[in-house]
């Protein structure tokens, strides 16, 4: 969150989002992310330190799934916490299964950015109306190539591509 915003800024922004049709998805942590589950954003994705804020040790994909019933209960419509290297589990709402992706090996240059990456996989795959399946390989594809990008967020569309079929 840049410096001198207010923790409330997240929550201001997803009610104006809603307000004009549209749909929120967070990456943040701390006490904004507290603040704008208030709000209802339509997607949260915290990685694991960053949702241990709600009181459980997250070690694998059994906890990161009790987290994220937790955070569907402060208000995400869905949520998803990255394990890093050790996958990926997603709640597309609250009365769905949870999915959890075994990760993607790939020579990584770089973990930097892959969140966000990870983040625009969920977003694309909501625009195109993708089922959860897809929708949970195509976040993690994208989350695996940005690993291999010279600098984050510059991955490649031919490496998500070919990420998504393994």
Request: proline share 5%; hydrophobic share 45%.
């Amino acid at each position: 969150m840049p410096p001198g915003l207010l923790s409330e800024f997240y929550a201001n922004l997803i009610a104006l989002t809603h307000r004009f049709g549209g749909k929120a998805f967070l990456d943040t942590s701390g006490e904004p992310l507290k603040r704008a589950l208030s709000a209802g954003p339509d997607f949260v994705k915290p990685n694991r330190e960053e949702a241990e804020w709600l009181g459980n040790s997250i070690s694998d994909a059994k906890s990161a799934a009790a987290a994220i019933a937790k955070l569907i209960a402060a208000g995400a419509k869905s949520a998803a916490i990255s394990l890093g290297p050790h996958g990926l589990v997603w709640q597309p709402a609250k009365s769905r299964s949870v999915f959890y992706v075994l990760p993607l090996k790939v020579a990584a240059r770089s973990g930097v950015g892959s969140g966000d990456a990870t983040v625009a996989g969920f977003v694309h795959a909501a625009q195109e109306g993708l089922g959860s399946e897809d929708s949970l390989n195509l976040a993690a594809a994208c989350g695996a190539a940005n690993c291999l990008a010279d600098l984050p967020g510059q991955l490649h569309a031919r490496d998500v591509h070919r990420l998504r079929k393994l």
